[in-house]
Nanobody, 124 residues
Framework: QVQLVESGGGLVQTGGSLRLSCAAS?????MGWFRQAPGKEREFVAA????????DYGDSVKGRFTISRDNAKNTVYLQMNSLKPQDTAVYYC????????????????????WGQGTQVTVSS
């Protein structure tokens, strides 16, 4: 069983930055960040493979967000820069239960474990 705990959300102005953290218990797995705004479907934001050597991003965040991980701390980060009002959402981290080292995953159905979410609000 894997438990995921997100932190770092909050209120920021347009153009500002935030860093989200996701602390995981148990084994090291491929991880991802998703977000969901009110009335919208859950959206893929970023994913990182188990080794930390590969990452993938949703089109809406490419060039602004960076995913990274510290396997010694079993923690994944999402650095969010140049934030826009449309980035406002609840952000969730998630883990894929696989020992594959190099793959990243962008479909929510691939992820077995989910955190409780952290709210990010970007004011205009």
């Amino acid at each position: 069983q894997v438990q995921l705990v997100e932190s770092g959300g909050g209120l920021v102005q347009t153009g500002g930055s935030l860093r989200l953290s996701c602390a995981a218990s148990g084994r090291t797995y491929p991880m991802g960040w998703f977000r969901q705004a009110p009335g919208k479907e859950r959206e893929f934001v970023a994913a990182i493979n188990r080794s930390g050597g590969g990452a993938d991003y949703g089109d809406s965040v490419k060039g602004r967000f960076t995913i990274s991980r510290d396997n010694a701390k079993n923690t994944v980060y999402l650095q969010m820069n140049s934030l826009k009002p449309q980035d406002t959402a609840v952000y969730y981290c998630a883990a894929v239960e696989t020992r594959t080292a190099v793959a990243t995953y962008y479909r929510p159905d691939d992820y077995k474990y989910w955190g409780q979410g952290t709210q990010v609000t970007v004011s205009s």
